[in-house]
């Protein structure tokens, strides 16, 4: 008999929303546990740290899931060290990164000149390229950020997602679904960064949807 071919592998890397911060729900694993549900029946298995809390497993040391180990930067720095240890080539067909990152690096430059956000957007696209460079058959998605609640710092997250959408990667576009649920008056943001246990299920479902569409 041919032999069943293994699920795709999903590795989530970013900042405080990836790790969950705030998620009080039972599984409390942000996004990630949602876009898992999302994705049924399709099989998929989501791999890297699955908590903010505790040491990382051995062998991995870059802290991604940490606060304020959220930068690009950090990112790149550590992202070889993480591929190698969460996603050994061959990956099966279907495999992705997803990445949720950027509202650090917009802070820490606010405020901002566009060209510094256009720079912020290209250093996504860089993890990106360090992604297929390392197996071309990987996708890599990145998320809009969620624009803060009542920061300073909310027009260049904007300016930042707009330049996302121009530099030439793949978008789950997160700021559009909390647009339009927050218009409808539903709040979804806790502490004016990481979302309610609503607002993360929400952010899963554009990476679902980018994840169903062809590479």
Not at 23 to 49: C, E, K, M, N, S
Not at 130 to 140: E, H, K, M, R
Not at 172 to 201: E, I, M
Request: net charge negative; aromatic share 8%; glycine share 8%.
């Amino acid at each position: 008999p041919v032999a069943a071919e293994p699920p795709p592998r999903l590795l989530c890397v970013g900042d405080s929303i990836t790790a969950g911060n705030g998620d009080t729900d039972d599984a409390p694993f942000g996004y990630r546990d949602h876009l898992q549900r999302f994705l049924l029946p399709r099989q998929v298995v989501l791999v890297g740290p699955q908590t903010a809390q505790g040491p990382p497993p051995p062998g991995l040391t870059d802290g991604f899931f940490a606060p304020h180990a959220g930068t690009f930067q950090a990112i790149l720095e550590g992202l070889p060290a993480v591929l190698t240890r969460w996603m050994p080539v061959p990956n099966p067909p279907g495999s992705a990164v997803l990445l949720q990152a950027g509202l650090h690096d917009v802070r820490s430059c606010f405020p901002c000149r566009d060209e510094d956000l256009k720079g912020l957007a290209r250093s996504a696209r860089s993890v990106c390229e360090q992604v297929v460079s390392y197996d071309p058959t990987l996708a890599c998605i990145v998320s809009t950020v969620i624009p803060p609640v009542g920061e300073r710092s909310h027009y260049s997250v904007r300016r930042f997602n707009a330049w996302l959408r121009v530099v030439g990667v793949r978008i789950a576009d997160t700021q559009h679904a909390f647009d339009r649920w927050q218009k409808r008056g539903v709040s979804l943001v806790a502490d004016c960064v990481n979302p309610t246990d609503q607002g993360y299920g929400i952010i899963a479902i554009p990476f679902a949807e980018a994840l169903e569409q062809p590479q």
